[in-house]
């Protein structure tokens, strides 16, 4: 079957990486932000991902996928993707951007993983989940919006048991998440023995609390935290990035 390989009505085609990514998106559907693409290079600067299989949950277009194998050289990524439209949008930028041989593209539930993948297979998972937990906030109209970004089909404890099943001894998981979770955050991961390794506060200026926090576990880890120096997004200028995040976006 043929892939349309171009924006279609209601769609957008966009460049990012110095346009090393062409990104298809729906106009009023999910689209994805700032995050995945820090998540996507913590995982590299931080985890030594290059080395060992990775799996993107919940891939969404594919940006995090596209990112690690078109500008950061990753070659055995498979993406997890619940929803049909977005899992289609997905393999329409995989070809797009020729990732066929880096990605592999896989229609499921991150919930079952169990039922599609065999345990202790991948040496990094990688997830921007759900940052909404389902009775707070306002809940998008666009269905694809709401289940990209509020817990309606996963919620914080399905990912790390989802990646306790996937990843070899010693494997990592990263993830972006609010900083007002982070306790909740590190409680779950423990209870599927997923240790938090690495922790880098996101702040939107370096006069702000942070927002967000890039964490890294590791499965049979030991309790040795590391704090690395802040992200900071924005310069003085608020519409203008900081020269570490700009060379993620540009």
């Not at 592999?104 to 599609?116: C, F, K, P, Y």
């Not at 109209?141 to 089909?153: F, G, V």
């Not at 404890?157 to 989802?162: E, H, L, N, Q």
Request: aromatic content about 6%.
């Amino acid at each position: 079957m043929r892939l349309e390989l171009q924006a279609g009505p209601g769609e957008t085609l966009d460049s990012i990486c110095g346009g090393a990514v062409q990104v298809l998106q729906r106009r009023l559907g999910y689209r994805f932000t700032l995050d995945p693409l820090m998540l996507a290079h913590f995982t590299v600067q931080e985890g030594g991902a290059p080395r060992g299989r990775l799996m993107d949950l919940g891939t969404g277009c594919g940006i995090i996928p596209l990112v690690l194998a078109r500008r950061l050289g990753l070659e055995d990524i498979t993406a997890l993707e619940l929803q049909p439209g977005l899992f289609s949008l997905a393999e329409r930028n995989v070809y797009l951007n020729s990732c066929e041989r880096a990605v592999t593209l896989v229609h499921g539930d991150l919930r079952r993983v169990e039922e599609q993948f065999p345990g202790g297979r991948f040496s990094h998972v990688v997830c921007n989940p759900p940052y909404r937990a389902r009775a707070t906030g306002r809940t998008s109209a666009s269905e694809e919006k709401a289940l990209a970004r509020h817990e309606i089909t996963c919620e914080l404890k399905d990912v790390p048991r989802a990646a306790a099943h996937l990843l070899e001894p010693r494997g990592g998981l990263f993830l972006v998440y609010p900083s007002s979770r982070f306790s909740e955050l590190v409680s779950v991961l423990r209870a599927h023995e997923l240790e938090p390794r690495t922790v880098r506060w996101i702040h939107p200026r370096g006069d702000r609390p942070a927002k967000l926090v890039l964490l890294h576990a590791v499965k049979g880890g030991r309790a040795d935290l590391m704090v690395l120096p802040p992200l900071v997004v924005h310069a003085d200028d608020e519409h203008a990035f900081t020269a570490e995040v700009r060379a993620m976006v540009v």
